[in-house]
């Protein structure tokens, strides 16, 4: 974040200097000593099984010139900084909002069901070719994360791209009134977040808060022929471009090939084209990629150079990573989460990918879905069955729907097991040699643990 003043930024947060030298220098926040810098604000944070206020000493010893309290607490040197705050979650939030105040250049809102993550860390990609690029690091998306990402702020950032989770209405729109967000992007409107929200039309009215905080001057990114999406695009005053695989499309992807690297595809995006190599699977991630891409034309970037970045695209723990398993397999490792919707586009990497091996889907329970949730698994087993996948291994209560489905519609070789701790003892022996295996669930059932089995070296 850009330099303040101790004293400046006791009066940014509406807190009370107890200590310390009111000239000191700060350059950034933390509320972790592990990842804290130099020059950092440490905020002490007190929840359920730590106290913030304990690793003050150690905060210190790493670097950070001030601190943020919430209770009187004297520091050994005097001439560190303490501020103390009755709340530090709106302490760093106003302190968030001065830090976005002073930036001119575009800041991204990314938001959806499926997908955001992906195309937060494209959206990054493709924004890096104008130069460094702030965004959203791993789950850092909520009310304490989005603040902490915009504090890292650096003099040479040109663009933010800031991804914004949602539990519940007004959320999205508390985290817009934080980030200002001059474009935005969803991706979609799944079933996830069913069982909090109620309905889909909910979901829709919550990640249309994005929409609604977009100005005038501003843009959307909206995924083509999401019925839901079309409902809620009058909600931009800005103005709302349209991606995915349609013609119709402002940006559109044509001659789409599997390959063992990834899928390559040509894009066309407003009047330009450009062929991509996306070193990750998925007819899913190909529309995630237009969305970028389209986002970063608008920002005028030239869409050569992003698609050449776009090869360099970072592999991401848990999404669709294929790695080499164990008497001779494949194992794609796509189990962060899931919903109905990301189990069929994973189910149709597994079968696309295998050119002719055998194929086994272990999947796990799917969570938050509410009253979709057993015909939201019994989808998953029909599709399994309308694929041809080859065997499907399913653990949980709730995947218990997906294996009834999937031998109702065909599949000859179908599994449950009622936890993981039971699969795992017959894990080896119900999968085909040579094959390729999907592991995917939603991120409660940690079904990583599988994959560190199927892909560990077997011991001589």
């Given at each position: 974040?850009?330099?303040?003043?101790?004293?400046?930024?006791?009066?940014?947060?509406?807190?009370?200097?107890?200590?310390?030298?009111?000239?000191?220098?700060?350059?950034?926040?933390?509320?972790?000593?592990?990842?804290?810098?130099?020059?950092?604000?440490?905020?002490?944070?007190?929840?359920?099984?730590?106290?913030?206020?304990?690793?003050?000493?150690?905060?210190?010893?790493?670097?950070?010139t001030?601190?943020?309290?919430?209770?009187?607490?004297?520091?050994?040197?005097?001439?560190?900084?303490?501020?103390?705050?009755?709340?530090?979650?709106?302490?760093?939030?106003?302190?968030?909002?001065?830090?976005?105040?002073?930036?001119?250049?575009?800041?991204?809102?990314?938001?959806?069901?499926?997908?955001?993550?992906?195309?937060?860390?494209?959206?990054?990609?493709?924004?890096?070719?104008?130069?460094?690029?702030?965004?959203?690091?791993?789950?850092?998306?909520?009310?304490?994360g989005?603040?902490?990402?915009?504090?890292?702020?650096?003099?040479?950032?040109?663009?933010?791209?800031?991804e914004?989770?949602?539990?519940?209405?007004?959320?999205i729109?508390?985290?817009?009134?934080?980030?200002?967000?001059?474009?935005?992007?969803?991706?979609?409107?799944?079933?996830?977040?069913?069982?909090?929200?109620?309905?889909?039309?909910?979901?829709?009215?919550?990640?249309?808060?994005?929409?609604?905080?977009?100005?005038?001057?501003?843009?959307?990114?909206?995924?083509?022929?999401?019925?839901?999406?079309?409902?809620?695009?009058?909600?931009?005053r800005?103005?709302?471009?349209?991606?995915?695989?349609?013609?119709?499309?402002?940006?559109?992807?044509?001659?789409?090939?599997?390959?063992?690297q990834?899928i390559?595809?040509?894009?066309?995006?407003?009047?330009?084209?450009?062929?991509?190599?996306?070193?990750?699977?998925?007819?899913?991630?190909?529309?995630?990629?237009?969305g970028?891409?389209?986002?970063?034309?608008?920002?005028?970037?030239?869409?050569?150079?992003?698609?050449?970045?776009?090869?360099?695209?970072?592999p991401?723990?848990?999404?669709?990573?294929?790695?080499p398993?164990?008497d001779?397999?494949?194992?794609?490792?796509?189990?962060?989460?899931?919903?109905?919707?990301?189990?069929?586009?994973?189910?149709?990497?597994?079968?696309?990918?295998?050119?002719?091996?055998?194929?086994?889907?272990?999947?796990?329970?799917?969570?938050?879905?509410?009253?979709?949730?057993?015909?939201?698994?019994?989808?998953?087993?029909?599709a399994c069955?309308?694929?041809?996948?080859?065997?499907?291994?399913?653990?949980?209560?709730?995947?218990?729907?997906?294996?009834?489905?999937?031998?109702?519609?065909?599949?000859?070789?179908?599994?449950?097991?009622?936890?993981?701790?039971?699969?795992?003892?017959?894990?080896?022996?119900?999968?085909?040699?040579?094959g390729?295996?999907?592991?995917?669930?939603?991120?409660?059932?940690?079904?990583?643990?599988?994959?560190?089995?199927?892909?560990?070296?077997?011991?001589?």
């Open positions: 974040m850009l330099a303040l003043s101790a004293v400046e930024l006791t009066r940014i947060v509406e807190g009370v200097l107890r200590q310390g030298k009111p000239r000191t220098v700060i350059t950034g926040a933390s509320i972790d000593t592990r990842t804290l810098q130099s020059g950092d604000l440490f905020a002490a944070f007190t929840g359920q099984q730590h106290d913030g206020h304990a690793f003050i000493p150690q905060a210190i010893d790493r670097g950070a001030a601190v943020l309290v919430t209770r009187e607490v004297v520091v050994a040197d005097p001439q560190v900084p303490v501020i103390q705050v009755s709340d530090p979650l709106r302490a760093l939030q106003r302190l968030a909002r001065h830090e976005r105040r002073s930036f001119r250049g575009p800041v991204i809102g990314v938001t959806g069901s499926n997908g955001k993550t992906t195309t937060k860390d494209m959206l990054s990609t493709v924004f890096s070719v104008g130069g460094p690029c702030l965004a959203t690091h791993g789950n850092f998306n909520t009310e304490l989005l603040p902490l990402t915009i504090l890292r702020r650096q003099p040479s950032n040109w663009s933010m791209i800031l914004m989770g949602m539990r519940g209405l007004g959320q729109a508390e985290l817009c009134d934080i980030a200002r967000p001059t474009a935005g992007i969803i991706t979609n409107i799944g079933q996830s977040h069913l069982e909090l929200l109620g309905s889909q039309e909910k979901i829709a009215q919550a990640k249309g808060e994005l929409l609604e905080a977009i100005p005038k001057s501003g843009v959307a990114a909206l995924t083509y022929g999401d019925p839901w999406l079309e409902r809620i695009a009058k909600k931009c800005g103005q709302v471009y349209w991606y995915g695989i349609h013609e119709a499309a402002h940006a559109k992807a044509r001659d789409i090939v599997h390959t063992s990834g390559r595809f040509v894009a066309d995006v407003l009047g330009q084209s450009a062929t991509v190599q996306l070193p990750t699977f998925g007819v899913l991630n190909v529309t995630n990629a237009l970028a891409l389209l986002l970063g034309a608008l920002h005028g970037l030239p869409l050569d150079a992003m698609a050449d970045a776009l090869r360099t695209l970072p991401a723990a848990g999404r669709l990573r294929v790695l398993g164990v001779g397999r494949s194992v794609i490792d796509d189990c962060y989460n899931a919903s109905p919707l990301s189990m069929r586009a994973s189910l149709k990497v597994l079968t696309d990918i295998a050119e002719g091996k055998p194929t086994a889907a272990i999947l796990g329970d799917m969570y938050e879905l509410g009253e979709y949730e057993e015909p939201g698994h019994r989808e998953v087993g029909e069955a309308a694929l041809g996948v080859d065997s499907v291994i399913c653990v949980g209560p709730r995947a218990a729907w997906i294996a009834e489905a999937a031998r109702q519609g065909g599949v000859r070789t179908v599994y449950h097991y009622p936890d993981k701790a039971s699969l795992l003892a017959d894990l080896q022996e119900l999968l085909p040699k040579d390729v295996v999907l592991v995917k669930a939603s991120r409660g059932m940690h079904l990583e643990e599988l994959v560190d089995v199927l892909t560990a070296p077997v011991e001589a």
